[in-house]
């Protein structure tokens, strides 16, 4: 065994792969590479040059089974002496205080192991992980999981608005453009909506989770590719991490490897 560690948070929309070593202290590593997760069999060529001649252990937190097999697909035809773990939630270091804990996606709980890494022990956050599908999760002062809401992402919500009608085009919502709320023609009005009910929806998410907490005021914490979008229009103090969910995995698996 070579003392790395792979990372692997397999989305929907993208596949980030996180490489470090074993006796790596930083609690959120960042992505060594990141692959598109929009084919059922991504290229994962160039991983190879990143990757040492020994063995890697590698820890998997997957919301897309066809995306998950490609990745053990390819780890068993080009690194067989590679051992390979699908995380489930008893693999976490969480406590998870929802009735059936096993059925809550990975990403959303390997976001919370993540955010209890870098929150204020004294303070619950509220994590919103915007991606193919906007999560806002909430966790207790404790570090305990108490659950949350999910809603479609803009790009999930673009795509039905263009597949269940029959003149509306499928658009995207661009990073760093704020569109203008009264839209003057079709597809500015689409930007529009798009936009302005995802933000809506997470401040009034945010709102009522801070409503039901009793004790201190929660941490805001924004992760996911639409985060940059998002996490500026909330009016409230808050803080954007990238790859929080692979940072939760990598505290996984050294959490694992403490325990062994």
Known sequence: MSGVWGTVDV??????????????????????VTFSAASHEPDFTSLEALLP????AWHVVSVNRPGQAA?????????????CRILAHTDLPLQISV??????????LAAAVGA???????????????????TVDMVAASGSFLGGAIVPGMRMAARALAGQTDLLPEITVDVGEVPTAIGTDTLAAMRSGLYYSAVGGVRELI????????????????AGGDAAKLAPQMRIE???????????????????????
């Open 11 to 32: 989305g929907n929309t993208s596949i980030h792969i996180g490489l470090f070593a074993a006796a790596d202290s930083r609690p959120l590593p960042a992505p060594t």
């Open 53 to 56: 001649s020994d063995s890697v």
């Open 207 to 222: 709102a009522r989770f801070t409503a039901e907490l009793i004790g201190p005021s929660p941490q805001v914490i924004f």
């Open 71 to 83: 990745f053990e697909a390819w780890l068993k035809a080009n690194r067989p002496g590679d051992s």
């Open 238 to 260: 808050c803080v954007t991490i990238d790859h929080l969910v692979l940072g939760g995995v990598a505290i996984a698996a050294r959490a694992a490897k403490g325990s062994r």
């Open 99 to 108: 009735a059936a804990p096993q059925k809550v996606g990975m990403d959303r």
């Open 116 to 134: 209890n890494a870098i929150r204020d022990p004294r303070r619950p956050a509220i994590i919103i992980d915007a991606g193919s599908a906007i």
